[in-house]
């Protein structure tokens, strides 16, 4: 990256948003799908919640790698055949029921989003300037958060009123489409790594301790997104309100498009803490309507306060990590920190879908509070008190 320019919206940068919004919506288009499916046809949440937490161990386990390889292979062919990959084993998930071969099926689904999430991150966070670091993540944040939380949307959608194959069918055309895309986008500049098998190399690149508080921190909140995402139709059919459950994904949406370019500057303007405790306290807002709702007004409103944290907390942890490393290792930090929300994802479906079997979907939306409260706790005793780290991107030697 020419730290130069100043210019964040070239061609390359679009194209790359672009793909990145419609590969996360595929996808996400199956993370609320899968469960609600599963959950529907065996009648068990845990089983529902098992076919989120295969695809974000699989996810997990694959970053490692892809953080090394990185800077081994040709991106461009890699992002192709990926592509590729997603988009017919989404399509041989059509007219299946076998939970084992679903199950395998997911495997490969999380395989092809770990590979390609660190892979546009990392061509992303390339080409931006430093000095819009921020602001870039956030815009690039956006079309990854606006297809998290669409797809949920659209997939429950075309689920009460179509069919679970439908949904695979608009699923492996959106990959399809990225796939398309994926041709228009040059190779990128190789970073400084090494370019031959080097002794202790996979290790430099699989793992930076210094990225590790943030994408701790980032796993306490998408632990709660977790159940947001598989558990919340099940809630609405609990307070027969699941109508509206559309709906609550479509403000959480809305309030992301208007905050995540506002939080990106105020990131590279003033620093990280005073977006955290706003966003995150607005979070915990959220859950505990979630936790008290029985009607279509109190879901929306709590829609809306949990967009806003979601829309802001989680870009500003990605920025941090990838600032505060070496220019070489973004990639590694892009690879962590979608691996530990991978690891939050599958704590809260499983977790909170085993718990959902003993208590209702309530409860586990107001227990849920408790890890956004230690994520304000860890925040400040280990990270929000380092001076040297409350600086913004433009600011950071990169």
Same mark, same amino acid.
């Given at each position: ?142 079309? *990854? ?7 949920? +949307? ?16 608009? #699923? ?5 489409? *990225? ?11 190789? *970073?400084?790594?090494?370019?031959? +098998? ?31 995402? #598989? ?20 403000? +959480? ?20 803490? /005073? ?69 939050? +994802? ?5 977790? /909170? ?14 227990? #849920? ?30």
């Amino acid at each position: 990256m020419n730290d130069s320019s100043s210019r964040l919206w070239t061609k390359q940068f679009v194209a790359i948003v672009m793909m990145a919004f419609l590969f996360f919506l595929s996808l996400q288009l199956l993370t609320a799908g899968y469960p609600a499916f599963i959950t529907e046809v065996k009648n068990n949440p845990t089983e529902g919640g098992l076919m989120t937490t295969v695809f974000m161990l699989a996810a997990i386990f694959t970053r490692p790698l892809i953080g090394y390889l990185i800077h081994q292979v040709n991106i461009k062919l890699l992002s192709v055949l990926s592509f590729a990959f997603v988009a017919i084993t989404v399509g041989l998930s059509y007219g299946q029921e076998s939970i084992p071969f679903l199950i395998l099926l997911r495997i490969f689904h999380g395989i092809g989003f770990g590979i390609m999430s660190t892979v546009l991150a990392t061509m992303a966070t390339n080409i931006i300037p430093k000095k819009k670091l921020g602001e870039g993540i956030g815009y690039y944040g956006l079309a *990854t958060s606006v297809g998290t939380s669409m797809g949920p +949307m659209l997939g429950l959608a075309v689920l009460q009123y179509f069919s679970f194959n439908l949904l695979l069918i608009i #699923s492996a055309l959106l990959a399809v489409i *990225t796939l398309i895309l994926s041709f228009t986008i040059k190779k990128p500049q190789p *970073t400084a790594a090494p370019k031959k +098998m080097e002794k202790g190399s996979f290790k430099k690149y699989a793992f930076d301790k210094t990225a590790f508080v943030p994408c701790i921190l980032t796993a306490f909140f998408t632990i709660t997104l977790g159940g947001v995402i #598989s558990f919340l139709r099940e809630l609405g059919k609990e307070e027969n309100i699941s109508g509206s459950v559309s709906l609550f994904f479509l403000v +959480m949406a809305i309030v992301m498009v208007v905050a995540r370019p506002i939080s990106g500057r105020l990131f590279d303007t003033f620093g990280h803490k /005073l977006i955290i405790y706003p966003s995150t306290i607005s979070g915990i807002i959220g859950l505990f309507l979630l936790a008290i709702t029985h009607n279509s007004w109190m879901l929306i409103l709590a829609g809306l306060f949990y967009g806003i944290a979601y829309g802001t907390v989680t870009p500003t942890l990605q920025a941090i990590a990838v600032s505060i490393v070496a220019k070489d290792k973004q990639g590694t930090a892009n690879a962590m920190y979608f691996s530990s929300m991978d690891l939050g +994802m599958a704590i809260g479906s499983t977790g /909170l879908g085993l718990l959902a079997s003993y208590t209702g979907y309530h409860f586990i939306y107001g227990f #849920s509070i408790v890890c956004l409260v230690a994520l304000l706790i860890v925040y400040t005793l280990l990270f929000g008190r380092k001076k040297s780290l409350d600086v913004s991107p433009a600011t950071q030697n990169m």
